[in-house]
């Protein structure tokens, strides 16, 4: 595999088993062969519709789960490595389809206490998406829109100094204002150079705003891939 790709994978895997209390364990094949090739600085967006497997990937490059076959690697280390997939995070910024925040803190203190834990934390974009989100420093999260939740999410995300974006969902639920504004942000932070973004959606609309390459999976198999054109 080459290391020159920010995420790669080939006839990626996964199987769940399920025990029930009575009867047979059941399993699922939740995927049955996803094939990415993700270029370094590029916007990539990865298809599918609900249940078609794009969360079970977003998990296995993360090390949230194994594999059950073939490969995945992110910066070329093997996702599925205890050691490498620690490694892999540390340089990831990942955004849930929950945007799972504490409640109880306000917008700055959260800001504070994600910081602390990257050295690598970038005050100039934590201001600048701070302002052009305008999100209100002493409120609390639980009081907070969906929409401003979402933005407070990616300004988290963007500030870390991470090389790899990762969002699962990242507009779901937003207004097209909202929307636009989460997009831009990730746009910008990409061209500026020092960023590759992995845009997991449902919303065609979405990727064909922003992407450069895609992938569809379907039914957890790729289905076609490559240059958005």
Excluded at 43 to 67: D, E, H, Q, Y
Excluded at 104 to 125: H, K, N, Q, S
Excluded at 141 to 160: D, E, F, T, W, Y
Excluded at 179 to 188: D, G
């Amino acid at each position: 595999m080459s290391e020159a790709l920010a995420i790669e994978t080939v006839d990626l895997r996964k199987r769940f088993g399920r025990s029930e209390r009575t009867g047979p364990t059941e399993e699922t094949d939740a995927l049955r062969g996803v094939n990415l090739r993700v270029p370094p600085g590029s916007i990539f967006g990865f298809l599918g519709r609900n249940g078609a497997g794009k969360t079970t990937t977003i998990n296995v490059l993360l090390g949230m789960t194994r594999g059950s076959g073939g490969h995945a690697r992110v910066f070329g280390l093997p996702a599925g490595d205890a050691a490498a997939s620690v490694r892999i995070r540390t340089r990831t910024a990942f955004v849930d389809e929950n945007k799972a925040l504490y409640d109880y803190m306000t917008v700055e203190e959260i800001i504070r206490f994600t910081a602390a834990f990257y050295p690598g934390w970038r005050r100039d974009l934590e201001k600048r998406y701070q302002q052009s989100f305008a999100l209100p420093l002493d409120q609390r999260v639980n009081a907070l829109s969906l929409g401003m939740r979402s933005k407070l999410s990616i300004l988290l995300a963007l500030s870390r100094g991470a090389e790899l974006l990762v969002l699962d969902e990242p507009t779901a639920g937003l207004d097209p204002a909202a929307a636009e504004e989460v997009l831009q942000a990730i746009v910008t932070q990409v061209s500026s150079g020092h960023m590759t973004a992995f845009l997991s959606s449902h919303h065609l609309a979405d990727v064909d705003q922003i992407a450069d390459h895609i992938a569809i999976i379907d039914a957890g198999r790729t289905v076609i891939a490559g240059a958005l054109d």
